[in-house]
């Protein structure tokens, strides 16, 4: 039995998944997207984002434009949800 008061995650994600990318999306906003790497780290290093969500973004691969958090996210390896059908 799960406890109560513990969040509920979507299969294939955990809460520390969630929590990143929660500090990526905070860090990024709304209006950025669609934006490569190099904006994604400028708009994150203009915001003074955390050190750890800066150098994942840098991880990025160049030349690719990302549609949202979502897909940074599936970029990094980052726990994403299923989708539901």
């Known amino acids: ?3 109560p008061h513990t969040p509920a ?3 294939g994600t955990s809460e520390a998944d969630v929590e990143h990318r929660a500090a990526i999306a905070e860090a ?3 209006e950025v997207w669609p934006a490569d790497r190099d ?10 984002a955390p050190d ?5 973004l840098r991880r990025l691969p160049s030349g690719q434009q ?3 958090v979502q ?4 970029a990094l390896g980052i726990g994403t949800e299923q989708e539901r059908f």
């Open 1 to 3: 039995m799960t406890d």
């Open 9 to 11: 995650t979507s299969p």
């Open 28 to 30: 990024l906003g709304k």
């Open 39 to 48: 904006t994604l780290v400028s708009k994150a290093q203009e915001g003074n």
């Open 52 to 56: 750890r969500v800066v150098a994942d």
């Open 66 to 68: 990302f549609a949202n």
């Open 71 to 74: 897909e940074v996210a599936r």
